[in-house]
T-cell receptor
Framework: GAVVSQHPSWVICKSGTSVKIECRSL??????MFWYRQFPKQSLMLMAT?????????EQGVEKDKFLINHASLTLSTLTVTSAHPEDSSFYIC??????????FGPGTRLTVL | QQQVKQSPQSLIVQKGGISIINCAYE??????FPWYQQFPGKGPALLIA?????SEKKEGRFTISFNKSAKQFSLHIMDSQPGDSATYFC???????????????FGAGTQVVVTP
């Protein structure tokens, strides 16, 4: 299967700071990547669609100024959580599309905001 | 409103038994139905997927059954093993709609526990 990596795998930060999470497709090019967040024992919640070379499309209710997404190349998308607060603590997961509908997920990033 | 409804919420099965998870959808435009397996603290992994022109797909111990008229699909895990203990998510997407291309609608998930 296709490989998608995320970095870091976990991060702890102080309230008010910004955190950047990287998502890379290692063995294929992905024009489209997605960012999800997942709370304990819940399903994945789509936050935004990241398209290479264009602005991200955010789902309803997701603050685009708080969750900055940049899709700089066909293998890299980044999510920056700006001015993080404890309520932003969650498990953030990215995914990348290899072929039509084939979506592969990264291992996730656990964010804890103190 | 959840577009894909998944049941049961949790499932306990003995080693060697069959685990069955069901999903139902309303949107007839969905044309791709994957199942994902997720272990604690990890990202979901694609397990198996089916398109509506096929009624069944089997890969090893995992089988998807698809009923287009009933708008339902299910995952069967044969000869369940303790290593299969995980959370399973069904999903659906519409590959023809350009403004939602690739977007997956997830079910709520089923936590499967396989006892030794």
């Amino acid at each position: 299967g296709a490989v998608v990596s995320q970095h870091p795998s976990w991060v702890i930060c102080k309230s008010g700071t910004s955190v950047k999470i990287e998502c890379r497709s290692l063995d294929f090019q992905a024009t489209t990547m997605f960012w999800y967040r997942q709370f304990p024992k819940q399903s994945l919640m789509l936050m935004a669609t990241s398209n290479e070379g264009s602005k991200a499309t955010y789902e309803q209710g997701v603050e685009k100024d708080k969750f900055l997404i940049n899709h700089a190349s066909l293998t890299l998308s980044t999510l920056t959580v700006t001015s993080a607060h404890p309520e932003d603590s969650s498990f953030y997961i990215c995914s990348a599309i290899r072929l039509v509908n084939e979506q592969f997920f990264g291992p996730g990033t656990r964010l804890t905001v103190l | 409103q959840q577009q894909v409804k998944q049941s049961p919420q949790s499932l306990i099965v003995q080693k060697g038994g069959i685990s069955i998870i069901n999903c139902a959808y309303e949107n007839t435009a969905f044309d791709y139905f994957p199942w994902y397996q997720q272990f604690p603290g990890k990202g979901p992994a694609l397990l198996i997927a089916i398109r509506p022109d096929v009624s069944e797909k089997k890969e090893g111990r995992f089988t998807i059954s698809f009923n287009k008229s009933a708008k339902q699909f299910s995952l069967h895990i044969m000869d369940s093993q303790p290593g299969d203990s995980a959370t399973y998510f069904c999903a659906a997407s519409n590959s023809r709609r350009t403004d939602s291309w690739g977007k997956l609608q997830f079910g709520a998930g089923t936590q499967v526990v396989v006892t030794p």
